[in-house]
């Protein structure tokens, strides 16, 4: 998991007027033509989603402060209102909202506050207030995923949100710039620590928030929240979310996962926050032990859960140390030209995290038994995660991790590639064509699943390269340069991946 720590936004907040109101509700209105405006007695602007007005379940108004205003909000179940409460003189009445949509399902209106609270009140309004944003994305995700028979009881729902409100644990760490051990350094309240790999991270804070969550009397399904902090990649999240997954799995703990972004603009690092709260399995049901992380967005990686210990393919030892020795070997060699290829088109870094990979993985095999190759490659990845950074290292490890799964199921090396491919296509946006990494790897992969021919997959995957000379690029960096600039230049990570694949075939 590579982590970014520095902000590259080109625009100040202040000439984006990120924290006005008044620009979020003229913005969010031209991103959905069913809000409509409707002021508010004190001056507040309340932005109402007319297409949910007449859901059949309890509706769910957000009141954010100044600068907290967004439009992730629109994408929640359930979420019919907004509105900020700056010029409103102080907290907005919840009543003088419920007045304002005249909902006849119930409404609940949720919003930051100076403790955890819950009152109910006449008419089927219930007035709840949250300690921080990572609690209130969380009572959102929560509500908005309940069950339709409990999601239209009033009584239920306040249920939850009291249940919510005295039971749920967060934690909070961010990355900084400063080293410990040799490692970035990530921080989690008063302590920080050195960080090595996603899943040690995770793990430390899950154990900070269940400790305070054992000994039910009735089957509890754990809602987890998690939400990442000013800006961490999709990959970076979908890394977050499978971790946490695979740890509550681990320890049988039924669980519900949902995750959301969050921009603080008083402190720009970035991080991630995880909120757990404990509810009854009679209203809130757990994902299957099957389903992906997450329901909405994360597509598995391949499951974990394969025995990677057994295969349909045996390997020899002292083969695959030659071949994995013989393409580092290239690779290595080879750095000084894929730099030169990637400071004329890219970062300039490429050829340099594809050597350390390199490097890493000759020291990581050194004392491996390369017989038991899934189970090798499987740990290989965490080793990665680490020490190879950029876009290319975080899609060789989900390639990998994809890859040390299906070495273990499928019958060729053919077909394990095939089917790591087609995990990776779906974290990345990329296809053949858009000059990347996938030029090479899509023809090499077809070729050798459908006859196993290793140097006619060469030769297509060399092919693929040469063709990114003409290509114009449609992703990364390449794409802002002029197309006269990249002409006759092969994609540095294509080229990479080629010497590296040559060096192992041979």
Known sequence: MAVVVEQTIPFTPQSLQLESPERWN??????????????????????????????????????????????KYLSIPGVVAIVCEQNAGGRLEAEEIAQALKSESGLVVAGLGKRRAVQQKSGGLIDVE??????????????????????????????????????????????????????????????????????????????????????????????????????????????????????????????????????????????????????????????????????DEVSSASSSSNNLTSSKMTF????????????????????????????????????????????????????KDLSKLPHVVSDLVHDLEVNMGGTSGALYCIFLTAFSSALATENTIGEALDTALQQLLKYTRARLGDRTMLDCLIPFVDVLTKNGDASKALAAASEGVDRTKDLKASLGRSTYLDESATKGVPDPGAYGLLVLLKGMCV
């Not at 379940?57 to 439009?71: C, D, K, Q």
């Not at 690779?331 to 004329?344: A, G, L, M």
């Not at 088109?345 to 340099?352: F, M």
Request: net charge negative; hydrophobic share 35%; charged share 20%.
């Open 26 to 71: 003229k913005l969010i209105p031209l991103m959905r033509p069913a809000i409509r405006r409707q002021q508010l007695a004190h001056g507040a602007t309340l932005l109402v989603d007319t297409a949910r007005l007449q859901q059949d379940r309890i509706s769910v108004v957000v009141v954010e402060r100044s600068g907290g205003l967004t439009s």
């Open 316 to 367: 020899d030892d002292a083969a695959m140390r030659a071949r994995i020795e013989s393409g580092c070997l290239a690779v290595i060699s080879e750095e000084p030209t894929i730099t030169k290829y990637d400071e004329i088109v890219g970062d300039g870094d490429c050829g340099y995290t594809l050597r350390d990979g390199a490097k890493q993985v000759q020291t990581f095999i050194k004392d």
């Open 130 to 295: 949250l300690d921080s944003d990572l609690e209130l994305d969380h009572v959102l995700h929560l509500l908005g995923h309940l069950d339709k028979n409990v999601g239209t009881s009033i009584q239920q729902v306040t249920k939850i949100l009291e249940t919510f409100t005295t039971t749920a644990r967060t934690v909070h760490s961010t990355f900084h710039t400063q080293t410990v051990d040799s490692n970035p350094a990530i921080k989690r309240s008063d302590t920080t620590a050195g960080y090595e790999q996603a899943r040690h991270a995770v793990e430390r804070d899950l154990k900070t928030v269940l400790q305070a969550h054992s000994g039910h009397e009735s089957p509890v399904t754990y809602s987890v929240h998690y939400s990442d902090v000013n800006g961490l990649s999709k990959l970076e999240n979908y890394i977050l979310g499978y971790e946490i997954a695979n740890l509550l799995g681990s320890q049988s703990l039924p669980y519900s996962l949902s995750s959301s972004a969050l921009i603080q603009h008083e402190n720009l690092d970035r991080g991630f926050g995880i909120s757990i709260c404990p509810i009854s399995q009679s209203v809130l049901a757990p994902q299957p032990a099957s389903s992906a992380p997450l329901n």
